[in-house]
């Protein structure tokens, strides 16, 4: 499997239904003469309602969260409620879901195969070969300043808001 490629996502559209995460921050970056600067799915067909509307102005912190995608994997659950995976899973993964289904979305294999213990977790997968993916998400956000140089805006790495 080929290394996994960081791509951003703002932090205030981390839900359930996301748009597709870029993998430069500033592929949300958009002006046009009624809105200035702000941001917004790149997609075409995106429907803009169901994320946050930002307008930008020079020097405005805007968070992002980072994710890889792993690929997707055969599970295979035994009978005896071990189970088996046909590659390797980084280390770094905290996102498990069979067939990309949000809705049995889980942090571990573990959790996955077995449930979590909370009433809104999927059920326990019966023994059989399930289509799994991997990913990470960030714990924390990254901060970056909106900045205009030459009349392009773009994002840059920063601390946060001081």
Known sequence: MSEAITRYLPSDWQD?????????????????EDHGWH???????????CFTFLRLEPGQIVKF?????????DLTVND???FDVDGVIPAEANCFRIDHDIYTLQQSLEALVNG????????IL??????????????????FRFEIEDGKGKFVNCAGAS
């Open 16 to 32: 359930e239904v996301i748009p597709t995460p870029q993998k430069n921050p500033n592929d949300f970056l958009f002006f046009t």
């Open 39 to 49: 941001i917004r799915p790149p997609e075409n067909d995106e429907d803009d309602s």
């Open 65 to 73: 969260d980072l994710n890889r995608v792993f690929g997707d994997f």
């Open 80 to 82: 005896d409620r071990t």
């Open 116 to 123: 979590d213990g909370t009433p809104w977790s999927n059920d």
């Open 126 to 143: 019966e023994p059989g070969t399930y289509l799994m993916d991997a990913y990470w998400w960030s714990e924390k956000s990254t901060s």
